[in-house]
């Protein structure tokens, strides 16, 4: 981070009046863009101390990202994150998906558990698995009402829930974003510049792509290193192990070749994967000796690899 000392702060100020600029950066729809020295600065002051703070005990940082909704993100953040809690890891899951909260319904935990209020911030809610994940989400408030948020009120949970939880000691966070490019996007990542990477997701199609290129692009904008892309649906495994594709295969492997980022891995389709969703129970747990509980597993251990390395 640069430093910037008083008479240089003050130079600063005067241009960015001139060109008024508020320094409510936190605010700022130039924010990516902007190369003043005092945006990290003026930020860092203000909310991102609290986020910083409490997330210190956290060991690595992913997101999971998509171009658009239907494609599988949260069906790969659930499955990553109880995937790396089957290894013995301690893992929260940060449901930032806030009109679309589907990782505690997915975990078995929506309706029956609650986020509460402790001396420390919020308390996340633990899976009921025995694998100890927790997760902080939406869901665990308004489980079932439509509440319609406006972009303060969007913030301000960002804000709540990256700033006023208690996180604790923790191996990863793994966060499942709202699909797209949205503000909602682009907040969580201001609010996380130590961001060990995102993990985009897509479907092979060429639509869907450029979708998910966009996504890729802005977390590379954001300043997160982009770890690399899943593809869904990427073929069709049979009840009786058999693998077919009669579907478009191939479309995340050309994209991570043309982002000249890794290709992760493919989840093939299985008659199971979204009943398992609807059931509360995640794939990977149900079914651990399955294609795809093979292919997460691979995914995970190649993203853990990657974090290790850039800590090192
Ligand atoms: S991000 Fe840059 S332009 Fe925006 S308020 Fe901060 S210093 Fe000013």
């Keep these: 981070m640069a430093e910037v000392n008083e008479t240089e702060d003050r130079e600063v100020l005067k241009i960015n009046i001139m060109m008024k600029c ?14 003043d020295p005092m945006r990290e600065k003026m930020f860092r002051r203000r909310r991102m101390a609290g986020a910083i703070k ?14 658009k909704g239907g494609v599988g993100k949260s069906l790969l953040s659930t499955n990553l994150a109880t995937t790396l809690a089957m290894m013995g890891r301690k893992v929260t899951i940060l449901d930032q998906d806030l009109d679309g909260s589907t990782i505690p319904k997915m975990l078995g935990i929506q309706g029956t558990k609650k986020l509460q209020y402790g ?23 308004y489980p079932d009402d439509v509440i319609t948020l406006f972009h303060q009120m969007r913030r301000g949970i960002t804000e ?6 208690d996180y604790g000691e923790r191996d990863w966070l793994i966060i499942d974003l709202p699909p797209g490019t949205s503000s ?6 201001q609010y996380i510049p130590d961001l060990d990477g995102t993990v985009v997701i897509t479907v092979s199609p060429k639509v869907a792509q450029l979708a998910a290129r966009k996504a890729t692009l802005l977390a590379a904008k ?22 077919f594709s009669f579907l478009l295969k191939g479309g995340g492997e050309s994209l991570a070749n043309e982002l000249n980022v890794p290709f992760l891995g493919r989840i093939p389709m299985d ?9 509360g129970v995640p794939y990977v ?23 290790q390395e850039g800590k090192e």
Excluded at 184 to 189: I, P
């Design 271 to 279: 008659a199971q994967i979204s009943g398992t969703g609807d059931e």
């Design 184 to 189: 909602d996007s682009c907040n969580l990542l």
């Design 54 to 67: 409490k997330m210190k005990g956290i060991k690595y940082k992913v997101a999971i990202s998509a171009g």
């Design 222 to 243: 954001a300043g997160s290193r982009v770890l690399g892309i899943v593809e869904n649906m990427s073929g069709y495994v049979c009840e009786c192990g058999e693998e």
């Design 22 to 35: 508020d320094f409510k950066c936190e605010d700022c729809e130039k924010f990516f863009e902007c190369n």
């Design 160 to 165: 709540e829930f990256v700033a006023n939880v």
């Design 119 to 141: 001396r420390k911030g919020m308390i996340p809610a633990t899976d009921d698995l025995g694998l100890g994940m927790q997760v902080v989400s939406l869901g665990l408030i």
């Design 285 to 307: 747990y149900k079914y651990p000796d399955n294609v795809i509980s093979k292919n997460l597993r691979e995914v995970a251990l190649k993203v853990e690899k990657m974090v």
